[in-house]
């Protein structure tokens, strides 16, 4: 029997792995220069957190969510996204005591039962972050900026940033009654799941992908020009304070976002490359989130990022990722007392932090030069008898064929040769 992967899952490989961690240190090293640190949370979570935190008018909680009961009759679902399980764990640990804004992002798998498309997954990757505890439109700019800051710092120019606002409860009242009054009269002909919105939640009916719905919603009265007085003022603060800091926007009012739990501030990335998949990035202000949840009173806003989004962006605008050797150096042997004195010095050498790489098939010395040619590996020891006697070897630069003496009992300089010599790569 031959086993391949799940539908909508994916191996990423060793040969495209770099991409990922260039992507994953950038994105830990911006956070942090804005005071973010790392949460990590479970990958699965009582399904109840999800109905309640991402919400059953979803079409991530109604359709998208792999649900199971595990072996203590418990029903379990693996996370859809990550702010539900950070607001559980804001919670949980008393996190409204610790001085404000409390500011944490993570980098997580998130599993949704999709149709699998080209950046549409059912197991894929989100950055994420959340800062809660500052209710002004400042901290909604700041957040917005790591995002530019992330995209300048990995290379893309072409991102395009949309913002709206999808008010509070107060506006949200009075305008789920405009909704309903523009949906009535085509309610019959819109799809099942539309009728249970007009209901519950018909802002939701906004945001479905259905085409008939869709069609209606371009029409629909837009929330932007209902705002109460409050949020109306927290929108021009946004817009403001995005031009302050110099970052481009389009507003969107047609930007309502999946998931139940926004107020005010809504915003994405989008893209012209990735398809009818274009949004990289989502985020807005989540105000009642805490509260609904069981916790205090704390305003909080965030983002999620689809990493394969990123990364197919990243490609379709042909920015290149630069990939640094982790091994820097194969040592050659000719004899079987070679390749001993090869091996200590490997290991001597990566002590102090070199990559080293020495023959561990039993190949011939030619089949050693090869093997070498063939990693791709920037420098090149061949050792002998004659050189172990002597002491001096050569180091050969395999870009160039430039090669320099050096002294097999010299370790520094062996090291200074690689690291001086990389200076001209
Ligand atoms: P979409 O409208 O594309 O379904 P969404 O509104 O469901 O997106 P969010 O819940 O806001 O997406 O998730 C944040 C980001 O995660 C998205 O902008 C996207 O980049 C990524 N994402 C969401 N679902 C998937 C998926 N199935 N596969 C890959 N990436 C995804
Ligand atoms: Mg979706």
Not at 389 to 415: C, F, H, W, Y
Request: glycine share 10%; charged share 25%; with cysteine.
């Amino acid at each position: 029997m031959k086993y391949s992967v799940p539908k909508g899952t994916k191996d990423i490989l060793p040969e495209e792995i770099y991409r990922w961690q260039k992507a994953e240190q950038v994105f830990a090293e911006v956070c942090g220069q804005y005071g973010f640190r790392e949460i990590r949370i479970p990958t699965f979570e009582h399904t109840e957190l999800f109905m309640r935190g991402v919400g059953d008018t979803t079409d991530v909680v109604q359709k998208e969510m792999y649900t199971f009961e595990d072996k203590g009759g418990r029903s379990i679902s693996l996370r859809p996204e990550g702010t539900a399980g950070v607001v559980r764990s804001f919670i949980e640990h008393g996190m409204t005591s610790l001085p404000s804004p409390v500011r944490v992002y993570y980098n997580i798998t998130a599993f949704r039962y999709e149709n699998v498309q080209k950046g549409r997954f059912r197991e894929f990757h989100q950055f994420g972050l959340e800062a809660f505890g500052a209710k002004g439109p400042a901290v909604d700019a700041e957040v917005i900026s790591i995002l530019t800051l992330f995209f300048a710092r990995m290379g893309l120019t072409q991102t395009h940033l949309c913002i709206n606002s999808i008010g509070c409860p107060v506006c949200r009242t009075e305008y789920n009654r405009i909704l309903r009054e523009y949906y009535q009269p085509g309610l019959a002909g819109m799809c099942h799941d539309c009728k249970g919105r007009y209901e519950k939640n018909p802002l939701r009916m906004l945001d479905c992908k259905e085409p008939h719905c869709h069609t209606l919603a371009a029409d629909a009265p837009k929330l932007l020009d209902h705002l109460c007085p409050d949020c109306r003022e927290h929108f021009e603060g946004l817009t403001a304070n995005l031009d302050d800091l110099g970052i481009p926007y389009t507003i969107d009012p047609g930007i309502v976002r999946g998931l139940d739990y926004y107020t005010r501030t809504v915003f994405e990335f989008v893209s012209d490359h990735v398809g009818t998949q274009g949004t990289i990035c989502g985020g807005g202000r989540y105000d009642g989130l805490v509260e609904m949840m069981g916790g205090q009173s704390v305003p909080g806003i965030g983002f999620a990022m689809g990493v394969e989004r990123f990364l197919m962006e990243v490609e379709a605008q042909g920015v290149a990722i630069e990939r640094t050797p982790d091994v820097h150096l194969y040592i050659a042997a000719m004899s079987t007392e070679a390749a001993v004195f090869a091996r200590k010095l490997a290991f001597s050498l990566r002590k102090a932090g070199v990559g080293c790489e020495t023959d561990l098939m039993g190949r011939s010395f030619n089949a050693q030069l090869k093997y070498a040619g063939k990693t791709g590996v920037p420098y090149l020891m061949v050792l002998g008898d004659d050189e172990i006697a002597s002491q001096k070897s050569r180091i050969k630069n395999m870009k160039d064929g430039v090669q320099t003496e050096i002294d097999l009992s010299n370790q520094s300089g062996i090291i200074a040769t690689i690291l001086n010599s990389k200076l001209h790569d």
